[in-house]
């Protein structure tokens, strides 16, 4: 034994030396040296070693180690974030949602929503909570028809976040809610998402009586909390009771937004609804025209000849980026819809970017040069719009590169979309 003693612990050392071994990109990622991050890609690509794979590894990596640190101010909002890539994290997701904090907070809500999670000791241990974080956690998984009455006191409570967990599980809840409190919130919440979703779970579950309320108070309500009221009316169990009948009378005495938003729900058996999108991309405002161009089905034969005419006839560039977009998608009309996007895409503004973004999404492989160019621009936003666009061409590895951005809320998003299932197999 004696003998053998002094081989194996070198042999144990050696061991836990390799098993402990990380990769130059992981040791540069966690001692957070973005600059030294930057240039080990670089090496790494330029040798062959950097593939969609690896940058999976990075991703997962970096977003592990952020989620590992202690709550930051606002840390709220980016974990709320990873929700879309919460499948390759649930390890961390879980591990964190232990921690009292207002990460831990955010990542119990993550497992919440995805499901991962058993909603009936959340609500005992976190409904009645003074931290408003954890409240919202309790009040979220509160979905039993006896919590009804915690819901409703969560309608009106005073954090916005707690509200609209409350509004969130009314959703879903298998108690009777009261129909006039959803009502109240979807007209008086001091926040608009929460009015919004307030509306839609008040059709969705209270029937005609609930359509007849929101029709009730449509003059009190500004232009966007209408466009809310149609997205209510046209929820699947409002339809049949008397949403369908509003979306009408909305096609037929309105207009605006509302009005747009309520044909592209019923242009499919609505000659009237389809007309009402044709006029607005013809003649709209250009918030309208967007939107209808947006919106207006391809399948009926005057709508691709009437998005062609717009987009020939000298039409605002950000339209004509629309409607190349969604043509792009048109077998007879994608050539010419790649020809017109490139021209577009000419230039710096905003409707270039969009204009290289369509061509991404359309597999046009002419624009990967400048997209990574754009990886390096000044603008945050434009570095991500860049990144996005490439993982649209698959390019996952060149997107990559803003793993090492020096934006924390760049480096976030750009592993989060790296994640996220959409792109797993690129």
Not at 78 to 101: H, P, T, Y
Not at 401 to 409: I, V
Request: include cysteine; charged fraction near 25%; proline fraction near 4%.
């Amino acid at each position: 034994m004696r003998i053998l003693a002094g081989p194996l612990l070198i042999f144990g050392a050696l061991f836990v030396l390799v098993g402990c071994a990380s990769s130059p990109l992981e040791r540069r990622a966690n001692a957070r040296d973005w600059p030294g991050l930057e240039h080990a890609i670089a090496q790494a690509e330029a040798e062959g070693k950097w593939s969609s794979s690896d940058a999976r590894d990075l991703a997962h990596e970096i977003l592990a180690a952020d989620l590992k640190e202690p709550a930051k101010a606002q840390a709220n909002g980016w974990v709320a974030e990873l929700q879309q890539c919460s499948s390759d994290l649930l390890s961390e997701l879980k591990s964190r949602s232990k921690v009292n904090d207002e990460v831990g907070a955010a990542s119990m809500r993550i497992l919440e929503e995805i499901d991962q999670v058993s909603f009936a000791p959340l609500v005992e241990k976190y409904a009645g909570s003074d931290d408003p974080r954890w409240r919202a956690v309790g009040l979220r998984a509160a979905v039993e028809s006896s919590d009804t009455s915690r819901l409703l006191r969560g309608f009106v409570d005073g954090d916005v976040g707690v509200r609209r967990a409350a509004l969130g599980a009314a959703r879903m809840s298998a108690g009777s809610i009261d129909i006039a409190a959803l009502l109240n919130a979807a007209n008086h919440d001091p926040d608009a998402l929460n009015r919004s979703l307030a509306a839609r779970v008040e059709t969705a579950r209270g029937g005609e009586r609930a359509v007849l309320f929101l029709r009730d108070y449509w003059a009190s309500v500004t232009p966007a909390e209408r466009v809310a009221f149609v997205e209510a009316w046209a929820e699947p169990a409002a339809l049949g009771a008397g949403g369908e009948r509003e979306l009408v009378w909305v096609i037929e005495t309105q207009h605006g937004m509302a009005q747009i938003s309520a044909a592209a729900v019923l242009q499919r058996h609505s000659q009237t609804a389809r007309g009402v999108l044709l006029s607005a991309v013809r003649d709209g405002a250009l918030e309208e025209q967007r939107l209808a161009a947006q919106l207006i089905s391809l399948e009926q034969s005057d709508v691709v000849p009437t998005l062609k005419q717009v987009a020939e006839s000298g039409a605002d560039p950000g339209v004509r980026v629309v409607i190349w977009h969604r043509l792009a998608t048109v077998a007879a009309e994608k050539k010419a819809a790649i020809a017109a996007l490139r021209v577009l895409a000419q230039g710096q503004g905003r409707e270039a970017q969009g204009a290289r973004y369509a061509l991404a999404a359309a597999g046009d492989p002419s624009v990967i040069p400048v997209l990574q160019t754009e990886l390096t621009a000044q603008d945050p936003s434009t570095r991500l719009q860049s990144a996005f666009s490439l993982l649209a061409l698959g390019q996952a590895p060149k997107a990559a590169h803003l793993l090492a951005d020096r934006s924390t809320e760049v480096r976030r998003k750009v592993a989060c979309m790296l994640l996220a299932p959409a792109h797993e197999s690129r």
